[in-house]
């Protein structure tokens, strides 16, 4: 299991209640994690190369991707590692917000870049739920904006001083959500297209105020798919597998 994800550990859940041997492998990038049941390893494996070792090395028969809809460097290491072993790769790809009631008054983007532009175009303060890792991209295009940045982890982010960093982890109720988009007087809401009920709560909260929301489209995932973690479920454990 590639994880780090609720569908994730749903999956290795059930595969161990089934007395399959699985092992899930965390990035590591949050403090307290919710551990899986099974065995876990926590860290990169080094590329593809390492990934690629690894399979080999400990034998594994299947592998389900079920990291962030945007773990796209570890689902693309995945798919060539699998490919090259030989060894079956299922997605679990959980449905995003393209159907959600509001998602046609978005304003739906390819890159962070483009996000960045649109949020600058916007009016009031933006609130960026986009994760650490590309936070950086929004400084120069929002240059003496207000921003609210929030991220579950937030050791060694610089910020500008305009910005508030908001450490946090959800799920997040929408009253939580409507609080901060009034405490702050957010205008717009940058974020991603994750899919799933953990983080829906801003995007109920930002239609109530009247918030703009700027969605950045998910990356393509080549390979074999599913939706949820019982379809994964009968595909590891199925004779066949397939979705």
């Not at 690894?54 to 995945?78: C, Q, W």
């Not at 532009?117 to 960026?128: F, I, M, P, Q, S």
């Not at 994750?194 to 700027?214: D, H």
């Not at 990356?219 to 379809?231: L, Q, S, V």
Request: charged fraction near 20%.
């Amino acid at each position: 299991m590639l994880g780090g994800t609720a569908d994730a550990r749903a999956v290795a859940d059930g595969l161990a209640a089934r007395g399959v041997d699985v092992v899930t492998s965390l990035a590591g990038r949050t403090r307290t994690p919710l551990l899986p049941a099974g065995e876990v390893r926590v860290g990169g494996f080094g590329g593809v190369p390492g990934l690629l070792a690894y399979l080999r090395g400990e034998r594994i028969d299947k592998v389900v991707n079920a990291t962030h809809p945007f773990a796209e460097r570890m689902s693309r290491n995945a798919y060539e590692a699998c490919a090259e072993a030989d060894v079956p790769l299922l997605r679990l790809d959980r449905p995003g917000w393209s159907g959600h009631p509001d998602a046609s008054r978005w304003t739906w983007v390819a890159s962070h870049t483009e996000a960045a532009e649109a949020a600058r175009r916007g009016d009031g303060a933006v609130w960026l739920t986009v994760g650490r890792q590309h936070a950086g991209t929004y400084v120069a295009p929002l240059a003496g904006r207000t921003v609210v940045c929030r991220v579950a982890l937030a050791a060694g982010l610089e910020l500008p001083d305009t910005w508030r960093l908001v450490e946090a982890v959800g799920p997040f109720s929408p009253d939580d959500e409507a609080r901060l988009i009034a405490d702050h007087r957010i205008g717009v809401l940058v974020t991603k297209d994750s899919g799933g009920v953990m983080t829906a709560a801003k995007l109920t909260a930002a239609a109530e105020s009247g918030v703009a929301v700027v969605m950045i489209r998910r990356p393509e995932c080549p390979g074999e798919r599913c939706a949820t973690p019982d379809e994964a479920l009968a595909w590891v454990t199925g004779p066949g597998g397939g979705c």
